[in-house]
């Protein structure tokens, strides 16, 4: 096997020997509002693709993987496409996300459900330290690509974020980016 992947690091493109993942609209129910405009769409219509380059087996201490995100620009009714979100299952593992195409912003929640709001643009480098959940948003209209390196033992734990999701929401109203609060 090769002992390396490239990563082109305008576009985001990367090739070797990767894991590939992609979120289409008929696999995230329950983390957008609106549920009716979520089943009206394409079910097979792609919000985000993820490739990652894992030297280690999963779950190894010590170890780091290496990622890139592809958000695809889009609306679920007025909520911008966006990744389903998650804590680390191993909660003290952090994390850098770093801005490759586009335009988005990533929110970070603490486990007292209080959530920050940062924007990520090209050569934006941003650190979601340990017990933080995070979720990218693509805002924009062109692809949101994004660079993510995190230790092979964090893993991914999404039932919180399934069960009660994030304190805020983005959606586009009158045309305007607009941080909501969740809605019971
Ligand atoms: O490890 C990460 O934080 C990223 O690679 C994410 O997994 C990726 O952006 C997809 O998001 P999610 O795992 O929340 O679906
Ligand atoms: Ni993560």
Redesign the pocket.
Known sequence: MQEFVTVNFETGAMDGHLKYGE?NIGDLVGFFEDEAARKALPQNLVV?Q?Q?YCPEAEGTEGGLFF?V?KVLPGLVGDEYFM????FHAEEDTA?FYWGITGQGLLLCMDEQGRTTCRQISPGVLLYIPRRSA???VNTGNSVLT?G?C?PSN?G?N?DRIRRTGFSVRVKNINGAVSVVPTSD
């Open positions: 979120s985000y993820v990652s990622g995100s990744t389903k979100g998650h994390e995070h979720r990218l994004v993510a995190w964090a991914h999404y």
